[in-house]
Nanobody, 124 residues
Framework: QVQLEESGGGLVQPGGSLRLSCAAS????????MAWFRQAPGKEREFVAA????????DYADSVKGRFTISRDNAKNTGYLQADNLLPEDTAVYYC?????????????????WGQGTQVTVSS
């Protein structure tokens, strides 16, 4: 059983940056694909980015390509999402998720483990 805990959210101005972290415990972090999803008020949860077990493969939503970077440090059991050039439409609760295989990574229903989320607000 893997437990995930996000941190690093907050209020930032448009064009600013945040680095989100996802700390894993209770399992072998390197055995799991890690992903970030987000959910804005009144909207469905949407895929943001995913990274394979050892970081050799990544996938991004079109809306964040070139602005966000997903990474992981298996020695620290931690994953990251570097979010740059933030836009007001990036405002959402960001969730970390994990599953075994790097397959169908954009589908939230395929993930076994979820964190509680961290709020990101982009506003001037």
């Amino acid at each position: 059983q893997v437990q995930l805990e996000e941190s690093g959210g907050g209020l930032v101005q448009p064009g600013g940056s945040l680095r989100l972290s996802c700390a894993a415990s209770g399992g072998t972090f390197s055995k799991n694909v890690m992903a970030w999803f987000r959910q804005a008020p009144g909207k469905e949860r949407e895929f943001v980015a995913a990274i394979s077990r050892y970081g050799s493969s990544t996938d991004y939503a079109d809306s964040v390509k070139g602005r966000f970077t997903i990474s992981r440090d298996n020695a620290k059991n931690t994953g990251y999402l570097q979010a740059d050039n933030l836009l007001p439409e990036d405002t959402a609760v960001y969730y970390c998720a994990a599953k075994e295989l790097f397959r169908n990574v954009v589908q939230s229903a395929m993930y076994d483990y979820w964190g509680q989320g961290t709020q990101v607000t982009v506003s001037s």
